[in-house]
């Protein structure tokens, strides 16, 4: 099992720039897929980005291309998403992800491809 711990949301105006954190625990992530969801009220649970472990695949939505970027710190095992140039329709419930390398050879898009799930933050992108 992975237990995931997601944190950092906050209100901040538009144009402004906010980090996400999440702090992994349990089973090793060394062979996992990490990701940030969001989910806007209405709307269905989408992808912004996503990484392997190792680095070598990343994933970002394109409208958050140019303006999100995930990382990880391996001795911490801890995955961050900074978020710069903040729009209101950034608005929404943001949740850390992880998946299994073994079950998902590239990065899946797919919400229910995701086995493991924080508790989720709230982003509010407002002035």
């Known amino acids: 099992q992975v237990q995931l711990v997601d944190s950092g949301g906050d209100l901040v105006n538009p144009g402004g720039s906010l980090r996400l954190s999440c702090a992994a625990s349990g089973r090793t992530i060394n062979n996992y897929v990490m990701a940030w969801f969001r989910q806007a009220p209405g709307k269905e649970r989408e992808l912004g980005a996503a990484?392997?472990?190792?680095?070598?695949?990343?994933y970002y939505a394109d409208s958050v291309k140019g303006r999100f970027s995930i990382s990880r710190d391996r001795a911490k095992n801890m995955v961050y998403l900074q978020m710069n140039s903040l729009k209101p329709e950034d608005t929404a419930v943001y949740y850390c992800a992880a998946a299994a390398m073994s079950s998902m050879p590239t990065i899946s898009t797919n919400p229910n491809d995701f086995a493991y799930w924080g508790q989720g933050t709230q982003v509010t992108v407002s002035s």
């Open positions: 990484l392997t472990w190792s680095g070598l695949q990343t």
